[in-house]
């Protein structure tokens, strides 16, 4: 059992203090933030766009358990697959999410403006939210399920796009406080001191830490967070930047199959701390290959590791069934600065400046390759290190219910991606590295190539208000320039490529029937650049297969077209509303697995041609009276391969076969009361069948997942005791033994793989919390 933290102690603490601070200067609990214009409610249903677009506020977030991913916040919403394998949704090898089919790398994502890449696990061109701000300071959840805002930055956005944005400091000075404990010694403190108005200027500084255990195997999820936010006004406009940190360290669980799970269980894990099965395993293994290798020979030649022999310890029985040990490391600073002011009382502009750094480490501690020392496992490493910079724009000019908005977006990116092994002491003692620290000191690197990127892209668009009907058009232009250059000779691709579409278009069209009925349509094109990085991309695979590609022509970039209609309805206490989707998706380029992840040999890329999606989403809220609020939703959506894949020596029949990692339905649906003293909440989320092969021939079954949580908080009018609360929550509340994230490795044509994580089980957490 570990020691209580400190940390939290001291959060908890805080909570106590802030109250005497209240008193001293008259100040109520912070508002809710300036970007939340929720106005309380928990779904916002975007009346008066011409295309589908939901909001999650602030209000809903706070109820969540402190250190939630938003991304769980919004698995609510119509048309979003969301998939952990944690209960927190933060545990970032197994967060996935997707929407109407399109995977996490074919959305877009930004914080404030600020683009965050693809949020992908090796994120070649930016980070994970859970890194990018801590989660109590978000305002708003922003989810475009089809066609994304022309302005966002992103050029991966062929499907729809997620928009946070941070909550503005208070205008009053306060301090915000909670501590949570949980199972498996699961510990999460946050602090967060608002300033106040201070003549025109406010800002917050706030710490998060997360320290929990993982719910199978040893190890834990350690994550360090700083942020920081200023808002100063001058005269009509205002600057206003940011400084964000984080330092995340998390041990993995292992990646499973369906027969690892049928023959080991659900509670299976990596060997850590138990070196001397781990080293024993690998020396077998050893000895197995020897053999392979050597035939006959073997008996009557030296064995590498002959006092172990030729037969795992049970129940293990392949080299893959567990490693010793794996992890996450990743330390990352984002900063930004805005600066708005209007130019005449019609025309408004932005300007806004960011930069990123991140250093990160993906560990495994591999049997694969022995160490110099003798010892038959060494640590095997894929290494990130990102430097990127850029700049966004625009202008917005408004008369006469005309809206038009002109403006661009360039980055630079530099980005630098090895595959290195560390070496490990011939010892059975145990592990001489330490799996939540930076390794240092190589003995081996496979590859270690330098990727720059260039982005500039530039957009137009028009709204027009004519009476009753809304028209918006647009377009925008993209040029993204990738280039690999190898440090070290690697086998993997180099050279130069790419994506260009300087006219992508937007149409859509909005029609008040009443002020509470309203009909839309949207028609949208985009592309998908390609990535630069050594695991994802035309670069991650050899240079006869990236030269292959280019040289017959078959190296295009992803392009969709989307097409949807639908309406909104307020009645009394409900409001909801309703859309069709067909999407025609072109060029998708996926990667096949070859070879346990573990190994690391390059992916084989292959252009399955035509990807086609036709599916409905439907939500609504009711709120029933006596502070009780019900949301549901539901949506269908049918994604299939339009084309088999011809390579050169077979041809796989995937033609008409549902996508990988597609459910058909999924639903949802939540019960919420706040009251004067009470509050809380149960959800439960369906996911139906998942394929995890192309020829869907693998998949796992759908599930249902029910969380739940109830508190109790001092009411107004009690003076100082006036904002504190104390909760109660409980992630699959039924202890639901179910698949939580498929695609961790991958995915391959055929055939069971180890590209599986097992959902979370029933766990439970208490939090104090004080000013939210």
């Not at 970007?35 to 928990?42: R, V």
């Not at 706070?62 to 998939?83: C, D, R, W, Y």
């Not at 942020?227 to 360290?249: E, M, P």
Request: glycine share 12%; hydrophobic share 35%; net charge negative.
């Amino acid at each position: 059992m570990r020691r209580p933290n400190l940390f939290l102690l001291a959060s908890v603490a805080s909570i106590a203090i802030c109250p005497a601070l209240a008193i001293a200067q008259d100040v109520a609990p912070v508002d809710a933030a300036a970007a939340d214009e929720s106005g309380g409610e928990i779904v916002v249903y975007g009346f008066g766009e011409t295309r589908q677009v939901q909001t999650v506020g602030a209000d809903d977030l706070k109820l969540l358990t402190p250190g939630t991913s938003p991304l769980k916040a919004i698995s609510k919403l119509p048309g979003v697959n969301f998939q952990s394998g944690d209960a927190f949704g933060a545990y970032e090898w197994s967060t996935r999410i997707s929407l109407r089919g399109f995977s996490q790398s074919q959305l877009g994502f930004t914080l404030d403006g600020v683009p965050l890449g693809d949020m992908s696990y090796g994120n070649h061109n930016g980070l994970h939210i859970s890194r990018a701000i801590i989660s109590e300071n978000l305002g708003t959840v922003t989810v475009s399920q089809g066609a994304g805002n022309l302005a966002t930055a992103s050029t991966s956005n062929l499907g729809g796009t997620l928009q946070f944005t941070s909550r503005d400091p208070s205008a009053d000075a306060d301090i915000a406080a909670s501590g949570t404990y949980g199972s498996d010694d699961t510990y999460r403190g946050f602090v967060r001191v608002d300033s106040g108005d201070l003549g025109g200027v406010r800002g917050y500084l706030s710490y998060g830490y997360l320290n929990a255990g993982k719910w199978r195997g040893e190890g834990e999820q350690v994550q360090h967070q700083v942020n920081a936010k200023v808002v100063a006004d001058l005269g009509d406009g205002k600057i206003t930047g940011f400084v964000n940190f984080s330092d995340r360290r998390e041990n993995d669980y292992q990646d499973m199959s369906l027969g690892m799970i049928a023959r080991l269980g659900n509670r299976w894990d990596n060997f850590a701390p138990d070196w001397q099965t781990a080293y024993r395993v690998a020396a077998v293994g050893a000895n197995q290959a020897w053999l392979a290798a050597n035939g006959s020979a073997f008996p009557q030649s030296p064995q590498p590791f002959p006092t172990f022999g030729l037969a795992y310890p049970a129940p293990v029985q392949s080299l893959d069934d567990a490693y010793y040990d794996a992890a996450g490391v990743r330390r990352d600073w984002l900063g930004g600065i805005t600066f708005e002011t209007p130019i005449t009382n019609n025309v408004h502009a932005k300007l806004q400046g960011y930069y990123h750094n991140n250093e990160g480490q993906g560990l495994w501690w591999t049997p694969y390759v022995a160490s110099p020392t003798g010892a038959p496992i060494s640590v095997r490493t894929t290494e990130y290190n990102i430097s990127r910079m850029g700049a966004l724009g625009n202008i917005v000019w408004e008369m006469d219910g005309n809206r038009l908005e002109v403006g661009g977006w360039y980055e630079g990116n530099d980005f630098r991606n090895a595959r290195r092994f560390y070496s490990l002491a011939n010892t059975l003692a145990g592990s001489s590295r330490d799996s939540l620290k930076f390794q240092r000191n190589p003995f081996a690197t496979s590859w270690d190539v330098d990727f720059s990127t260039e982005t500039a892209q530039y957009y137009v668009m028009d709204t027009l208000e004519l009476g009753q009907l809304t028209l918006s058009g647009g377009w925008k232009g993209v040029r993204v320039i990738n280039r690999a250059t190898p440090r070290v000779a690697g086998g993997l691709a180099s050279g130069r490529i790419q994506t260009k579409d300087w006219f992508l278009p937007q149409a859509g069209a909005l029609y008040k029937i009443t002020d509470d009925v309203e009909v839309f349509a949207n028609y949208t094109e985009n592309m998908r650049s390609y990535a630069s990085a050594a695991t994802a991309g035309p670069f991650a695979t050899t240079q006869a297969g990236f030269n292959a590609l280019v040289s017959s022509n078959r190296l295009k970039p992803e392009t969709s077209q989307t097409y949807e209609v639908g309406g909104r309805l307020r009645a009394g206490a409900f409001q909801g509303s309703i859309a069709g989707y067909y999407v025609d998706f072109n060029n998708r380029i996926q990667g096949i697995s070859s070879g346990p992840g573990i190994v690391g040999n390059p992916v084989i890329l292959q252009n399955v041609g035509k990807v086609r999606s036709v599916g409905g989403e439907i939500a609504g809220t009711y709120t029933m009276g006596n502070g009780f609020i019900a949301t549901a939703s539901y949506s269908y959506n049918d994604s299939t391969y339009r084309n088999n894949v011809v390579t050169p020596t077979a041809t796989v029949l995937i033609k008409d076969k549902t996508t990988v990692d597609s459910p058909k339905h999924i639903a949802s649906g939540e019960l919420a009361y706040d009251g004067e003293m009470f509050f809380g909440r149960i959800g439960a989320n369906y996911m139906s069948k998942r394929y995890f092969t192309y020829t869907n021939d693998q998949s796992v079954s759908g599930r249902v997942v029910v969380d739940a949580s109830v508190g109790v908080k001092v009411p107004e009018g009690m003076g100082f005791l006036t904002g504190f609360a104390l909760e109660a929550s409980a992630t699959n509340l039924f202890d639901k033994d179910y698949i939580g994230t498929i695609g961790s490795n991958g995915f391959g044509n055929s055939g069971d793989n180890q590209t599986l994580l097992i959902g979370a089980p029933q766990q439970f957490f208490v939090t104090l919390r004080r000013g939210f």
